[in-house]
């Protein structure tokens, strides 16, 4: 593999990174594309050798599949084959979130190769709403296999040079359009409808899209306890999203007990100097997920970062506070326990 290319996205210079990697995923090859969430390693869907590359350059075991994005809501049904029970339903939550961080199980369409579904019989499909991401699959005309754009298992990259960690010398390009403005992968659900009630969602993974604005159209539950024949999926594996660095999510300050000589770096949620979290030990490193008024959408935004920034601090654990469990918060303690879990 030659060295991998970053082309910067300023909005006048668009067209030409645009150009060169649908050059690239016209050829079969793999490239790092911004999206609203986090960054994705992108390949043609249709193309069953380039979306192999995407497993080899990732470390991902085969039986996870990966997210198709779409260009249009009418390619939908390229990629999906809607039941007619929940047909209303779909219409109402892409009209609602979509382009957006939703992505919706659907049953696949038979174009779709096996290798990105790993065999299931459904098909994970969102729209995008990166501008970047938007006009790539627009100017590719195919439908777009992604995961995020780390090694398996590891922090999800929230930024090019996050992705130029992971994945540097294993792809062509990357594409870098700054920052990600959610910092958190999408909200993946499938339905269910009911007779004469509203439709069940069941959450396989929390995300940007909440439970509460998702009640509007049906009611949220989750996904029921993983049997022999479901997906083996990896966004359902307790260990991911994981730094290096041991993490532990300390839900209750007073449980902390820092072995001598050893390094604690804090990941605070607001950072205040008052709060039971920055008072309880002398940290080597504080970062704070919402130094500012943002609150959770600040600190979803930055969690990927952060947890970054700590474990390449040369730390030996990293102490996580926890955030609220509502809005936002279920999705930003998602990652905090799963990060932890290796721990
Ligand atoms: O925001 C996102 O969703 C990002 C950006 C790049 O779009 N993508 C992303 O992809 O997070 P990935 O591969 O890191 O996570 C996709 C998750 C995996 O946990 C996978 O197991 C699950 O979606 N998944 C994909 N297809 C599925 C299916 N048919 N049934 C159940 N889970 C599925
Ligand atoms: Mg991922």
Redesign the pocket.
């Known amino acids: 593999m030659p060295d991998t290319r970053i082309l910067y996205v300023a909005d006048d210079e668009m067209k030409e990174a645009v150009s060169v990697a649908c050059e690239l995923l016209r050829a079969g090859e793999i490239v790092a594309l911004p999206?609203e969430?986090?960054?994705?390693l992108a390949a043609d869907a249709l193309n069953a050798e380039a979306v192999a590359k995407i497993f080899a350059a990732k470390e991902r075991p085969s039986f996870?599949?990966?997210?198709v994005?779409i260009a249009s809501r009418g390619d939908l049904k390229n990629v999906a084959v809607v039941p007619e029970e929940i047909a209303e339903t779909v219409n109402k939550l892409i009209a609602a979130f979509w382009p957006g961080?939703l992505?919706l199980?659907l049953p696949k369409h038979p174009d779709i190769p096996d290798l990105v579904?790993s065999g299931?019989a459904?098909?994970?499909v969102?729209q995008?709403a990166h501008p970047v991401f938007r006009a790539v699959v627009k100017e590719l005309n195919r439908p777009i296999a992604?995961?995020?754009?780390n090694r398996f298992g590891r922090i999800?990259p929230t930024s090019a040079s996050a992705v130029v960690k992971e994945l540097d010398g294993r792809i062509p390009l990357i594409v870098d359009a700054g920052a990600c403005s959610e910092g958190l992968?999408?909200t993946?659900i499938?339905i269910e409808p009911r007779e004469g009630k509203k439709p069940i969602f069941r959450l396989?993974?929390a995300?940007p899209i909440t439970k509460e604005q998702l009640q509007e159209y049906g009611r949220v539950e989750k996904v029921r306890a993983v049997s022999q024949d479901a997906?083996q999926?990896?966004?359902?594996l307790a260990s991911h999203y994981a730094p290096v660095t041991p993490l532990i999510l300390l839900e209750n300050p007073s449980d902390f007990r820092p072995e001598e000589g050893k390094r604690y770096g804090l990941l605070s949620y607001t950072g205040e100097d008052d709060g039971p979290y920055v008072g309880l030990h002398d940290w080597e490193q504080i970062e704070s997920l919402s130094p500012g008024s943002g609150k959770l959408a600040e600190a979803a935004i930055r969690l990927f970062y952060l947890m970054r920034l700590l474990d390449e601090a040369g730390l030996d654990a990293i102490i996580a506070e926890p955030v609220s469990e509502t809005g936002l918060g279920v999705a930003i303690m998602d990652r905090l326990r799963r990060a932890a879990s290796k721990s």
């Open positions: 999206t969430t986090v960054y994705g996870d599949p990966l997210i994005h961080p992505t199980i579904t299931l459904t098909v994970a969102r995008s992604a995961p995020s754009a999800s992968e999408s993946i499938s396989h993974r995300g997906p999926a990896p966004g359902q």
